[in-house]
């Protein structure tokens, strides 16, 4: 069993296998000069589990009476996953839109209304696609307030949930993430 990664051996993984330069357009239509490549860490076994535990333990902390979690498709699902096998909550799958065969859900898993949920998010920018989340979550009549992201690129995001009553509760900012100097690599010998 691997120890426990601290919050600063976390941070500069994420950089160092996450964090791109160069001119990226970004989901909100904004440009920026780097890119967080959440597929990056979701899919690393090594990244993706820690994050889950500290998503699990931000949850516990800032919504307790959260009796699951909701991740959008597709960047969040691994995350919500992952934060709910560390903390025994199960999940819901926000879809973009509902879907045009079978059940026709645009959330997928078992809820009942008026339940608390908790979104969980990747990487947040302008807040968009949380807000979108948010709303789907409420129109099947469920509670949201706070939502928990690994990243938050400080570009209005906060500001944009705050609108619709979220708090917006990130594990790393952006700042800390870019200002972090780039992990020295181990040699062998």
Do not use: W
């Not at 009476?65 to 597709?74: M, N």
């Not at 999940?91 to 059940?103: D, M, Q």
């Not at 608390?116 to 807000?131: F, N, R």
């Amino acid at each position: 069993m691997q120890a426990e990664l601290t919050d600063a051996e976390l941070g500069a993984a994420l950089r160092e296998h996450a964090y791109l330069e160069g001119d990226f357009v970004l989901r909100s239509g904004r440009r920026s000069r780097y890119y967080l490549d959440k597929y990056r860490f979701e899919t690393r076994p090594d990244l993706l589990g820690p994050l889950g535990e500290r998503i699990a333990r931000a949850v516990g902390e800032h919504e307790p009476e959260a009796v699951r979690l909701a991740g959008p498709e597709l960047g969040a699902v691994p995350l919500a996953a992952a934060a709910s096998l560390a903390s025994g909550l199960p999940f819901l799958i926000v879809r973009k839109e509902a879907k045009e065969y079978g059940t026709g859900n645009r959330l997928e898993g078992v809820f009942q209304p008026g339940e608390c949920v908790c979104l969980i998010e990747d990487v947040v920018t302008s807040g968009g696609a949380a807000v979108e989340a948010i709303e789907a979550l409420r129109e099947a009549g469920l509670t949201c307030s706070n939502a928990v992201c690994v990243v938050d690129r400080e570009e209005g995001g906060v500001d944009a949930l705050a609108r619709v009553a979220v708090r917006l509760r990130p594990l790393f900012r952006a700042s800390e993430l870019v200002g972090l100097a780039k992990a020295p690599q181990k040699r062998d010998g």
